[in-house]
């Protein structure tokens, strides 16, 4: 007899060759974050997840997911989180449960440094961490938050190599660079304002022609004291060719794209720019360290 409580069994991983495919269908949620209020947001976030596609493999939340950016000092403190915290417990439960990866960034603590951390957890238990690269240094970013000091992160799922960055570092191509093409999907979790809206259109649309990846912008929608971020969040094909953005007129309706191992394959094979790119090696005033996976 089955038993009624126990979870799916994971997906296998799908191998590819000139015969078989690997599909992966990845879903950007443009969520209307509410302002330091982590309660509401991963109630909304439950609500949308119940009703996601069920053969979704990734599903990808904005930058800062729980809180949207917090400058006040008075704040930050009870609203940052350890890694381990409640909120990351409840991604891993919704993961195991709807049997599917969910990443976005949140803001965290530790050693008393607040950070803007990315996160992919898997729906065995195993996340991966990377905290943002690029402050921006238009506002209290820079001087509130930590800069993250590892590289970006490769990660295997489902038969796919995937990254993740956050919102500002889309603009720094040698940081997204997919030197030795290491990864074939790229997730940017984003707060990304309508008053940059061509740039952050440009910017990803370039990003995945110069990587032959695909990306997943998954910008907040509604609205701030930063601005208005309703109608940007978009997929785009290793081609560069926008497959998936959100409606101004429903800002926050989850975009969904299904990707194919074997197209991305011939991408490669017909364009071959991988082959034909310089490599090179990142030099930082602080070494960086390699990214690597924990468990839940």
Same mark, same amino acid.
């Given at each position: 007899m089955t038993d009624p409580n126990a979870m799916p069994a994971s997906t296998p991983l799908c191998a590819t060759d000139a015969y078989t495919d690997c599909t992966i269908k990845v879903a950007a949620v443009p969520l209307d974050i509410r302002w330091a209020d982590i309660d509401t947001n991963l109630r909304r976030c439950g609500e949308i997840l119940a009703g996601i596609d069920p053969d979704t493999d990734v599903v990808v939340l904005p930058e800062l997911f729980t809180t949207a950016f917090i400058s006040d000092p008075d704040v930050l403190p009870e609203a940052a989180e350890e890694l381990d915290g409640r909120t990351m417990k409840w991604v891993y439960d919704k993961a195991r449960r709807l049997d599917l990866a969910i990443a976005g960034s949140l803001l965290t603590v530790r050693d008393g440094t607040y950070y803007n951390t990315a996160f992919f957890m898997k729906p065995d238990g195993e996340v991966w961490y990377s905290d $943002? #690269?690029?402050?921006?240094?238009?506002?209290?970013?820079? $001087?509130?938050?930590?800069?993250?000091?590892?590289?970006?992160?490769v990660i295997e799922f489902r038969g796919w190599n995937i990254? %993740?960055? !956050?919102?500002? +570092?889309? #603009?720094?191509?040698?940081?997204? #660079? *997919? +030197?030795?093409? $290491?990864?074939?999907?790229?997730? !940017?979790?984003? *707060?990304?304002?309508?008053?940059?809206?061509?740039?952050? *259109?440009?910017? %990803? !649309?370039?990003?995945?022609?110069?990587?032959?990846?695909?990306?997943?912008?998954? +910008? #907040?929608?509604?609205?701030d004291d930063y601005g208005n971020y309703d109608g940007l969040a978009r997929i785009c094909d290793p081609w560069g060719m926008v497959v998936a953005q959100a409606d101004k007129g429903h800002p926050e309706e989850v975009l969904y794209a299904t990707f194919s191992k074997l197209e991305l394959s011939k991408i490669r094979k017909k364009l071959p720019v991988g082959r034909d790119a310089d490599s090179f090696r990142l030099i930082t005033s602080q070494p960086l360290e390699e990214p690597h996976a924990r468990h839940f």
């Open positions: $943002k #690269r690029h402050l921006f240094s238009l506002s209290p970013e820079l $001087k509130l938050f930590g800069q993250g000091k590892t590289t970006l992160p990254s %993740i960055i !956050v919102c500002y +570092d889309m #603009r720094f191509p040698v940081w997204c #660079r *997919n +030197d030795g093409q $290491k990864y074939d999907l790229m997730l !940017v979790a984003a *707060n990304w304002p309508t008053a940059r809206e061509y740039a952050w *259109n440009s910017l %990803i !649309v370039a990003r995945a022609i110069e990587n032959q990846a695909a990306w997943v912008g998954a +910008d #907040r929608s509604g609205a």
